[in-house]
């Protein structure tokens, strides 16, 4: 899940696993697997750069646990 601003300035949170793309319009729309689109204050670049973040977050966490069995 990521932090995303919608323009009037609401935060709220997507799941980062059903990003399908991102367009740059000149604001940037999230298109979902689900077929909705999200108007977004961030950047396409800062999209991916916390959806990175979170999925390393994930995979250490995964992978930290494994090492604990």
């Not at 793309?21 to 950047?43: A, C, H, M, N």
């Amino acid at each position: 899940m990521i932090y995303v601003t919608r323009l009037n300035n609401e935060e709220f949170v997507v799941n980062a696993d059903l990003i399908e793309f991102i367009e740059k319009t000149p604001d940037t729309v999230i298109s979902l697997t689900t077929g909705k689109k999200i108007v977004v204050k961030e950047t396409p670049e800062e999209i991916i750069e916390k959806v990175i973040a979170y999925k390393k977050k994930i995979f250490t966490i995964v992978k930290d646990k494994e090492v604990l069995e």
